[in-house]
């Protein structure tokens, strides 16, 4: 659009438009595969998907849907906004906090410390987005100093939008219709135990039901209007998985050409190799377990595994600062920070994993915990040298 001069505005809101276009028709004639193994040939789909968007230019693909996207987060953040005010003045006393305001000790769940910081995988830190960021977002800026306002944007309105799910799941759940529960009972349902609430799906489930319930309230209690507010949200969280997806895939994609230039392999350097290793240990990972479910193996250490990126991001900022002799200490205390946060979550989760007798996350546990180790024995060799100057300086 931006390329052949046209309104942006006017694009943006018609692309917008044709998008929810989609999700109303859905719900009138909704895509089903028959079959036993429909979720498999979704994620077949999936996986094709995201090899076509990791290997086309960004500008043809991955930013236009990316930007649709961010328009997107507007409109449902707006909607909820509208739905917990509408919520408010229809029905004063209903939506209340149903969420206990403290639970020292919810039944079998881990102690918040260290795990609270290797929980909240896309908060004010996370270490896959900084792949992303210095993989893709770094590449579609328009100069150096616009990262700044990307940058802060972005976590400003993530911290919005982190308030918006806390009141959608602690104050969402109430009466839909007819033969739900509502108040403490249905937040019971979601929340009842560390068990009841483990696992990406039910993560997601509480968030779809609480927003859809507040967006009752602008749109009617209707059972289409429930099947429509409720695809709108589910498509919502859809649609930024996909982003993690494509966006994912093709970070890999870079890590392994660059394994291979490391290994002088002109074979793994190629973008179209490179991408089939990243999409096909995907699909493999998968098929471990019926159902399309072995990628969920490896997610009790996601958490731990993606802030300890994190800390290897905050390592090479602070080693930049100090050749640049600069104010290091800005990323050298959260460095320090998120590196002991995520070795003390490592160690308990080893121990754990020893305990239950996992003997595959075990493994890969104490192999994540041995570059951990590694990473710091480097970071203290380069910010020494860093310091003394061995390093030289850099300009910028």
């Known amino acids: 659009v931006y390329k052949r001069g046209r309104n942006l505005h006017t694009w943006s809101w018609a692309a917008l438009g044709l998008m929810y276009l989609t999700v109303v028709i859905g719900v009138f004639m909704p895509i089903t595969i028959p ?4 979720i498999e040939i979704w994620l077949v789909i999936l996986l094709i998907y995201s090899y076509i968007a990791s290997t086309l230019p960004v500008e043809t693909l991955l930013q236009p849907r990316d930007y649709i996207n961010s328009h997107e987060l507007l409109v449902a953040m707006g909607l909820i906004i509208l739905g917990a005010i509408g919520a408010v003045i229809k029905d004063p006393g209903h939506l209340n ?21 290797v929980t909240i995988a896309c908060g004010a830190i996370s270490g896959f987005h900084s792949l992303a960021a210095s993989g893709t977002s770094s590449k579609q800026i328009d100069k150096e100093t616009d990262a700044q306002l990307v940058g802060y944007g972005g976590m400003v309105a993530e911290g919005i939008l982190a308030s918006l799910v806390i009141l959608a799941v602690a ?5 839909f219709g007819k033969g739900l529960d509502e108040g403490m009972k249905a937040w019971q349902t979601h929340y009842a135990s560390w068990q009841t609430a483990k696992g990406l799906g039910a993560k997601i489930s509480a968030f779809v039901d609480g927003s859809s319930n507040m967006l009752a309230y602008i749109f009617g209690h209707s059972k289409f209007v429930k099947s429509l507010v409720t695809t709108i949200m589910g498509v919502f969280i859809v649609s930024f998985a996909g982003t ?40 493999a990972l998968a098929m471990v377990k019926p159902g399309g479910k072995g990628a969920l193996i490896l ?16 390592l090479v900022a602070t080693v930049y600062l100090i050749r640049k002799k600069s104010n290091s200490f800005v990323t050298g205390i959260p460095m320090v920070f998120m590196v002991i946060m995520t070795a003390w979550a490592m160690v308990l989760n080893i121990k754990n994993f020893a305990k239950t007798g996992n003997v595959l996350l075990f493994t890969i546990g104490t192999i994540v915990f041995m570059l951990m180790v590694w990473l710091i024995i480097e970071a203290i060799i380069v910010i020494n040298k860093a310091r003394k100057g061995k390093l030289g300086e850099v300009e910028g």
């Open 35 to 38: 079959g036993q193994h429909a």
């Open 97 to 117: 906090y149903v969420a206990p305001a403290f639970n020292a000790s919810p039944k079998g769940a881990p102690s918040i410390w260290p795990f609270l910081f």
């Open 171 to 175: 104050a969402g759940f109430g009466a």
């Open 244 to 283: 993690s997806l494509d966006s994912g895939t093709r970070v890999q994609r870079y890590v392994i050409q660059e394994f291979g230039r490391s290994l002088k392999q002109k074979w793994l350097m190629n973008k179209h190799v490179a991408t089939l290793i990243a999409v096909g240990s995907a699909f």
């Open 299 to 314: 997610w009790p250490l996601f958490g731990t595994v993606n802030q300890l990126l994190a800390a290897l991001a905050l």
